[in-house]
Every structure is written in C-alpha cells, then in structure tokens.
C-alpha cells in the first residue's frame, strides 16, 4: 500500500478495515509506514538469476509491467548490494508495486567477517566451529544469534536499508540455525546420509556465548547434559534465543516504518525441529511458510494442510501468505494450491519465484482467485 492510501485508510477512523488488519505494534507506525493487506499475492526475485534476469532499467520495466498485469502487489527483491536497490525501486513506484528488501540474514559466509570475528559463528556439538567444518555445503557458515554482536550487527544491516525512503519493508530469508536434519529430497540431492534422527555434528550452537547464557539460567554447560540433543530446556533456549533477535529486528524496522517479513519453514512443528524457528511467538508483520511440497515429498493438496496448521497456531496474529514453489507447479497445479491455501485461512499467497509464471500460469492462479471472492 502506498503512502497516500495508507493515509486514505488511516482517515476512515478504524484499526482493521476492509479486510486490513494491523499486526501487533504497526499500529504505533507514523503515518508513513505500509500496511500488509490481506488477499494479495507477492513474489520473491532474484536479481541477474534466471529466470529474473534483468540488467537495464527497460529490463526490470517489462518485468513489473508483468507483475502487475499478474496482480502482483508486492515483490521481495534479493538485496545483496544496495545498488540493487538504486535500480528497481524506481521502477515499482512506477508500477505501484511495493518493494521489499529481501536478505539472506544469519547464513553468511563473509571470508572478512569469519577471519575478524570467528567467535560470531555456530558452533556444533562436537565443539566443531561452522567455519571450520560447515554443515552439508560450504555456504553453510551461519551467524549466532545469540551473540551480541551478531544483533548489532543485525540491526545495522535492516537499518541501512530503511534509509531507503520508498522501501515498503525489510524481508528476511535464513532467519534459523542450520537444519538440524534435513528434508530427504536434500538428504538425496547433496548424497548426504541422515535419518531422522539429529546427531552431533548438525546440531548447532555451542559457541561460548550459548553455553555461558545456558549456564547462567539453567545451572548446567550444555555439554554436560545427559542428552542434550533431545534436552527440552536447551532445544527452548534456542528456540527463545532466536525469538529475540527477530523481535529486535522487528522493533529496528518499525522504528523507521518499515513492514518487517519472513520466510519461515512450511509448519510450526517442522520448523521447531529442524531449523529452531517458533515463529507462531515472532513479532511479524507478515509470515510466509515455504510451502514446498515436493521437498517433503508429499502432494500439493498438503499445502492446504500446512497452511491450516500455520494459521490455526497464529491465532490470526499475523497475517500469513502461503509460500508456492512455481517450478514445482504446473498451472493447474497452481490452481489448486491457491484454492487449497485460500481455503485453509491464508491471507495470500507468495510466489517463488514470481517471473516464473507465464500467462497460462496467470490464468490459473486468477481462476482461484476469483473463485474464493
């Protein structure tokens, strides 16, 4: 939404209008900041990547001229470097397309980061730092956020990127710890043997910072628990610690009015499990689960079931936009994960990524669209 009908929705005198809900402490926002409504469809982008290459300004102008005829309203645009930023968000204004940073958040693998603070980085439980030894790939170098430096660190990333005035939010990607076990088509994909079982050498941190923190409200180092891969209070202190930083960040962005979102895993409890994110307790504007079927190996009406699980958690706290694969949709398929998701209580959906539709894709989507109005 647009400032000027941002100020259009705040003059009508109420708090949740039209089907535009405020999420808890964006009604303390000025003026200024944007409201996610519910019913609209956004796309995650990829800059110079296919299928959303684009280099010239004309470029990213035939692109959003797209979006919008696909009814598009928002784009989550990956934002490595800010000059990304420079070129494209000229051209959503142009388009009436809000435009969302959207970063890669604790997996960073920054050989200048890692040389000059190693002591930022995850630990596993055989004492093994990630830069050293990371988990699965070697991108797999993951910030602590439990350090505090890591928040302020953090913190000042989301806070550069609110300088950007016309910037509608801050998106959030890799927001986890590493997965403790990963689904099996990636088990399959990497050749990496696993079960569903976690084990030592994925089960991530136990850096200095953790273990000091633990000890300190619990009484016991986390490597001397009698089992500290399935401890409860030390899978929940993880769980909180992350919690923590998100509600930061949250309070960074809406301190300079901006939305704040996320790319969650699919469910509440698969997220819990393999990668610490409870994000049903975040402070969010808006949660999008990454609802991948194909991933876990199960059919498309599954979206539906994961959409009802995430909305029935959130309690209608936030809104939530059930993420779609569209390489692992037809058009038809497409179809019915929309109905299925807009069935189950999302709000919308998200579309990874969004310049993969065609207009045969456009088609379908718009048929469920319409069918649920």
Not at 26 to 41: M, Q, V, W
Not at 337 to 362: E, H
Request: aromatic fraction near 10%; charged fraction near 25%; glycine fraction near 6%.
């Amino acid at each position: 939404m647009k400032k000027r009908d941002f100020i259009k929705v705040l003059g009508t005198g109420g708090l949740a209008i039209s089907g535009l809900a405020l999420s808890p402490g964006l009604a303390g926002c000025k003026n200024s900041c944007h409201l996610a409504s519910s019913r609209k469809t956004w796309a995650w982008v990829h800059p110079n990547d296919y299928p959303d290459m684009a280099k010239t300004t004309s470029e990213w102008k035939w692109m959003f001229g797209d979006f919008k005829k696909w009814g598009i309203t928002d784009v989550l645009l990956l934002t490595r470097k800010k000059d990304i930023i420079d070129q494209v968000l000229p051209v959503a204004l142009e388009a009436d397309i809000n435009l969302h940073a959207w970063i890669i958040s604790l997996e960073y693998p920054d050989a200048a980061i890692m040389k000059h603070h190693p002591s930022w980085y995850v630990v596993n439980a055989k004492g093994e730092s990630c830069i050293d030894r990371p988990a699965y790939i070697n991108d797999y170098r993951w910030l602590c956020p439990s350090n505090p430096e890591v928040h302020e660190f953090m913190k000042s990333r989301v806070s550069d990127l609110c300088s950007y005035n016309e910037l509608a939010g801050i998106h959030l990607d890799y927001i986890r710890y590493p997965d403790a076990v990963l689904a099996a088509f990636h088990r399959a994909k990497y050749d990496i043997p696993q079960d569903d079982l976690i084990h030592p050498q994925f089960d991530y941190c136990y850096c200095e910072t953790c273990r000091k923190s633990f000890k300190q409200t619990e009484g016991i180092d986390p490597f001397d628990l009698p089992d500290p891969l399935t401890d409860e209070k030390w899978l929940k202190f993880r769980l909180d610690v992350l919690t923590g930083l998100v509600n930061e960040l949250y309070d960074t962005a809406h301190s300079n009015n901006k939305l704040l979102t996320a790319a969650v895993f699919p469910t509440p409890g698969i997220s819990k499990f393999r990668v610490r994110q409870d994000w049903v307790n975040w402070k969010m504007d808006v949660i999008m689960p990454m609802i991948y079927q194909r991933y876990e190996g199960q059919p498309v009406e599954w979206i539906g079931q994961a959409t009802k699980e995430g909305v029935e958690a959130l309690g209608g706290r936030i809104p939530l936009y059930s993420g779609l694969h569209l390489a692992q949709l037809t058009p038809e398929e497409l179809k019915e994960a929309t109905l299925v998701s807009l069935r189950a209580g999302a709000s919308g959906i998200a579309l990874f990524t969004g310049n993969k539709m065609n207009d045969y894709y456009r088609q379908c989507m718009n048929q469920a669209l319409k069918s649920i109005l």
